[in-house]
């Protein structure tokens, strides 16, 4: 188990490059297991839930090996249809695996994902989905199990835009005979980047980017060579660290359009930002304006900026509102925050912070994947020095963060502790 110490009051000044998309990477991967090949998907982050994902599919036969940003998976030899709990419970899009095994082999037997840090989450969407495809679904000692002869085409209406779900049904109807429409489709970069690589493998979709995808099944795919999108929560992260220490950051191998919503709630709060096609400078010379903001699916403000942008708000001069929609009780962070000093009230879904207090550094501790990078940002403006325990949460999801910040100018080294 490793630990962060972070002496807070440096300015972040710099360059970085953003690394490949967590989310992206983790939808395309599953994706090889529709058809058998060879694939090199580029600008893949060196992260733990891509190892994870490698072991997945590795315990099913596919051969993954990433080297450098470089992944080449070879799903030509595919032997079991499993996703064991010991896998999934590390992470829930191991989850994923279940509509492309459904819909080439006819099978799964997939764990039921345990719930998270921040409360239960269901998968009832992907069933009800799979079902609607013709999926036979039975659960069996936290397993669940799905047979089909071969998927037929259908119309599903996703209650909630789920992310996972519109991955896992688009795979799945992939394959499908006949034609499948998904209404209030999640239109996230991350799924839109995964229609586009099963078109590229030969999947018939159109409305690509909308919240209707309509799907006409084939019955073959062949493998392809993709590219990860860049990650829009790694580079937002930056920004948001940057404003925080009033410094200055350009960020490279971005997309702005991923952050529109992002990127104008920074200029609200006082945020100099200039953007090319794949760079973003930001600027921020004075305490910032306290900007409410509300999450909400793309391309509204993302829920897995959240806890980081309670961090900013904390140095705003004045009171924000942070209300969360897309989770219950997604503020694991506010606790640890509030121990380095933070003023900040919790009213069910809504967090109220009060900015402009001085904050002090204290030992803190990693709950999940965005709450310690709220810690992080958080020990970067608190006076004196931080522990931040636990950030193997961190390491799922953030390709070197460390030395990225120190490149920026902050002190933060990574400590190996037996704490656990
Ligand atoms: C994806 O998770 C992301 N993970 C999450 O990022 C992100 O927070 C989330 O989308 C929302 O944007 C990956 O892409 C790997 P959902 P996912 O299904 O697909 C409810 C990070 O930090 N729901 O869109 O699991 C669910 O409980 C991670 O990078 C159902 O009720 O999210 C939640 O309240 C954290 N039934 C809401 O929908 C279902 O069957 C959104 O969940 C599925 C979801």
Same mark, same amino acid.
């Given at each position: 188990?490793?630990?962060?110490?972070?002496?807070?009051?440096?300015?972040?000044?710099?360059?970085?490059?953003?690394?490949?998309?967590?989310?992206?990477?983790?939808?395309?991967?599953?994706?090889?297991?529709?058809?058998?090949?060879?694939?090199?998907?580029?600008?893949?982050?060196?992260?733990?839930?891509?190892?994870?994902?490698?072991?997945?599919?590795? =315990?099913?036969?596919?051969?993954?090996?990433?080297?450098?940003?470089?992944?080449?998976?070879?799903?030509?030899?595919?032997?079991?249809?499993?996703?064991?709990?010991?896998?999934?419970?590390?992470?829930?899009?191991?989850?994923?695996?279940?509509?492309?095994?459904?819909?080439?082999?006819?099978?799964?037997?997939?764990?039921?994902?345990?719930?998270?840090?921040?409360?239960?989450?269901?998968?009832?969407?992907?069933?009800?989905?799979?079902?609607?495809?013709?999926?036979?679904?039975?659960?069996?000692?936290?397993?669940?199990?799905?047979?089909?002869?071969?998927?037929?085409?259908?119309?599903?209406?996703?209650?909630?835009?789920?992310?996972? $779900?519109?991955?896992?049904?688009?795979?799945?109807?992939?394959?499908?005979?006949?034609?499948?429409?998904?209404?209030?489709?999640?239109?996230?970069?991350?799924?839109? $980047?995964?229609?586009?690589?099963?078109?590229?493998?030969? $999947?018939?979709?159109?409305?690509?980017?909308?919240?209707?995808?309509?799907?006409?099944?084939?019955?073959?795919?062949?493998?392809?060579?993709?590219?990860?999108?860049?990650?829009?929560?790694?580079?937002?992260?930056?920004?948001?660290?940057?404003?925080?220490?009033?410094?200055?950051?350009?960020?490279?191998?971005?997309?702005?359009?991923?952050?529109?919503?992002?990127?104008?709630?920074?200029?609200?709060?006082?945020?100099?930002?200039?953007?090319?096609? @794949?760079?973003?400078?930001?600027?921020?010379?004075?305490?910032?304006?306290?900007?409410?903001?509300?999450?909400?699916? %793309?391309?509204?403000?993302?829920?897995?900026?959240?806890?980081?942008?309670?961090?900013?708000?904390?140095?705003?001069?004045?009171? =924000?509102?942070?209300?969360?929609?897309?989770?219950?009780?997604?503020?694991?962070?506010?606790?640890?925050?509030?121990?380095?000093?933070?003023?900040?009230?919790?009213?069910?879904?809504?967090?109220?912070?009060?900015?402009?207090?001085?904050?002090?550094?204290?030992?803190?501790?990693?709950? @999940?994947?965005?709450?310690?990078?709220?810690?992080?940002?958080?020990?970067?403006?608190?006076?004196?020095?931080?522990?931040?325990?636990?950030? %193997?949460?961190?390491?799922?999801? %953030?390709?070197?963060?460390?030395?990225?910040?120190?490149?920026?100018?902050?002190?933060?080294?990574?400590?190996?502790?037996?704490?656990?």
């Amino acid at each position: 188990m490793d630990k962060f110490i972070i002496e807070g009051g440096q300015r972040l000044h710099g360059r970085i490059k953003i690394s490949g998309a967590k989310n992206g990477s983790l939808a395309l991967m599953p994706a090889t297991l529709l058809a058998p090949g060879c694939y090199h998907i580029t600008n893949t982050p060196n992260l733990r839930d891509v190892w994870t994902m490698s072991r997945l599919l590795g =315990s099913m036969g596919v051969f993954c090996e990433l080297n450098g940003n470089d992944l080449f998976i070879d799903s030509n030899n595919i032997k079991s249809f499993e996703a064991p709990y010991e896998q999934v419970k590390k992470m829930r899009a191991s989850f994923y695996v279940l509509g492309p095994l459904v819909a080439r082999f006819g099978y799964a037997k997939v764990s039921l994902p345990g719930g998270c840090a921040w409360g239960p989450r269901p998968v009832d969407l992907h069933l009800k989905g799979m079902e609607k495809l013709g999926a036979e679904i039975s659960l069996e000692a936290g397993y669940v199990i799905a047979k089909a002869d071969r998927l037929k085409g259908t119309k599903f209406h996703l209650d909630i835009s789920s992310v996972g $779900a519109t991955g896992n049904l688009l795979m799945a109807a992939s394959l499908a005979k006949g034609t499948t429409v998904i209404t209030n489709a999640a239109t996230e970069p991350e799924i839109t $980047a995964l229609a586009r690589m099963l078109v590229k493998m030969g $999947a018939k979709i159109d409305g690509i980017g909308t919240n209707c995808l309509t799907i006409d099944g084939v019955e073959e795919l062949k493998p392809v060579n993709e590219e990860t999108i860049p990650d829009r929560i790694e580079a937002a992260t930056y920004l948001i660290a940057t404003a925080m220490t009033k410094g200055k950051i350009e960020i490279e191998n971005t997309n702005p359009y991923h952050l529109t919503s992002v990127l104008e709630k920074l200029e609200s709060s006082g945020c100099k930002i200039e953007v090319t096609s @794949d760079r973003i400078e930001l600027e921020m010379d004075q305490d910032p304006e306290p900007i409410d903001i509300v999450t909400s699916i %793309y391309p509204g403000f993302p829920t897995d900026l959240q806890a980081q942008w309670i961090a900013y708000m904390l140095t705003a001069k004045g009171v =924000s509102r942070v209300t969360e929609t897309i989770y219950q009780d997604r503020f694991k962070h506010v606790p640890e925050l509030q121990r380095l000093g933070a003023q900040i009230d919790l009213a069910d879904n809504v967090a109220i912070v009060k900015g402009g207090n001085r904050l002090s550094g204290a030992t803190v501790m990693s709950s @999940d994947l965005r709450a310690s990078a709220s810690l992080i940002l958080a020990a970067l403006i608190a006076e004196g020095t931080t522990e931040v325990l636990r950030v %193997y949460h961190i390491d799922r999801g %953030y390709e070197a963060i460390e030395k990225k910040l120190q490149s920026l100018g902050s002190s933060i080294k990574r400590v190996p502790t037996d704490i656990f």
